[in-house]
């Protein structure tokens, strides 16, 4: 059974950092683009960040660009994100997701297997 399981959420002051992972079980995702996607309260499912199936491809919406990183550690089949200077407004439920190819898709739709998500709440 394929599965996708994010951890390192928490609460965190503004201006704090905090490095979720998402460690995949099942197969391995080495040939594949993987994503982190967030859904605040009352809004829809957003992407924040998209990786190639080599690391050697990253992108970032806009609102995170210059304060998180996306990397992946394809032996131990496990990515990440790293949040730096962290604002009110990123709280949300951060979800990782992996594509059937490789390609970083910003739909959610496009992505094949998801993970149950992760809690990161900032405080003001």
């Known amino acids: 059974q394929v599965q996708l399981v994010e951890s390192g959420g928490g609460l965190v002051q503004a201006g704090g950092s905090l490095r979720l992972s998402c460690a995949a079980s099942?197969?391995?995702?080495?040939?594949?683009?993987m994503g982190w996607f967030r859904q605040a309260p009352g809004k829809e499912r957003e992407f924040v960040a998209g990786?190639?199936?080599?690391?050697?491809?990253?992108y970032y919406s806009d609102s995170v660009k210059g304060r998180f990183t996306i990397s992946r550690d394809n032996p131990k089949n496990t990515m990440y994100l790293q949040m730096n200077s962290l604002k009110p407004e990123d709280t949300a439920v951060y979800y990782c997701?992996?594509?059937?190819?490789?390609?970083?898709?910003?739909?959610?739709?496009?992505?094949?297997?998801w993970g149950q998500g992760t809690q990161v709440t900032v405080s003001s």
């Open positions: 099942g197969r391995t995702f080495s040939s594949n683009a």
């Open positions: 990786i190639s199936a080599t690391g050697f491809y990253t």
């Open positions: 997701a992996a594509s059937r190819v490789d390609y970083v898709y910003y739909v959610e739709r496009l992505y094949a297997y």
